[in-house]
């Protein structure tokens, strides 16, 4: 299991053209698989799962695969991080777009990218939203209250998501009618 800083997730995920639109709809799908994978680690037993940070793999990607090698006992090999065998095929052209980061070298670069590349509304409402499981996870977070007008972009957001399923509800039930 990779743990990343939720607030990186949160604005990585807002990039995907498979997810949909909205900060706290991105950061409440971190959130979900959080929870699912401690529901996992509780009935699979914690020798079954190893958590690896997303921090410590790019900043040591070494020994974090030694690792996961050592885990699914799997022989560690230098050779495992040379990339350069041509994989351009193995991504559809709708994927190539977002995953083309995986043919290149790890790098740091986005490891708290949340601070640069979201805005300050943004970053409040994502410590805020999420500052207890972020804690729990080791991962430090300012708590300063909200402002009013930050307040009301999470309550429209929150609103957003409530609606979509409404919509969704109200359609399924028609269909099945």
């Given at each position: 299991?990779?743990?990343?800083?939720?607030?990186?997730?949160?604005?990585?995920?807002?990039q995907?053209?498979?997810?949909p639109?909205?900060?706290?709809n991105n950061?409440?799908?971190?959130v979900?698989?959080?929870?699912?994978?401690?529901?996992?680690?509780?009935?699979?037993?914690?020798?079954?799962?190893?958590?690896?940070?997303?921090?410590?793999?790019?900043?040591?990607?070494?020994?974090?695969l030694?690792?996961?090698?050592?885990?699914?006992?799997?022989?560690?090999?230098?050779?495992?991080?040379?990339?350069?065998?041509?994989?351009?095929?193995?991504?559809?052209?709708?994927?190539?777009?977002?995953?083309?980061?995986?043919?290149?070298?790890?790098n740091?670069?986005?490891?708290?990218?949340?601070?640069t590349e979201?805005?300050e509304?943004?970053?409040?409402?994502?410590?805020?939203?999420l500052?207890?499981?972020?804690?729990?996870?080791?991962?430090e977070?300012?708590?300063n209250?909200?402002?009013?007008?930050?307040?009301?972009?999470?309550?429209?957001?929150?609103?957003?998501?409530?609606?979509?399923?409404?919509?969704?509800?109200?359609?399924?039930?028609?269909?099945?009618s």
């Amino acid at each position: 299991h990779l743990i990343r800083d939720g607030r990186d997730t949160t604005r990585s995920l807002m990039q995907m053209p498979w997810r949909p639109k909205g900060l706290v709809n991105n950061a409440r799908f971190w959130v979900r698989n959080l929870k699912e994978v401690s529901r996992t680690i509780n009935k699979l037993g914690t020798d079954s799962i190893l958590e690896i940070r997303y921090e410590e793999l790019v900043t040591k990607p070494e020994q974090s695969l030694e690792l996961i090698c050592d885990f699914i006992e799997e022989k560690y090999e230098a050779s495992l991080f040379d990339n350069s065998e041509d994989q351009a095929a193995i991504f559809s052209n709708w994927e190539s777009g977002w995953k083309q980061k995986t043919r290149s070298k790890l790098n740091t670069d986005s490891i708290n990218s949340w601070q640069t590349e979201l805005d300050e509304d943004q970053q409040a409402i994502l410590n805020s939203y999420l500052k207890d499981i972020l804690a729990g996870l080791g991962y430090e977070s300012k708590t300063n209250k909200l402002n009013i007008k930050q307040k009301i972009k999470l309550g429209f957001e929150f609103s957003t998501i409530a609606w979509r399923k409404l919509i969704r509800s109200v359609l399924n039930f028609l269909n099945r009618s």
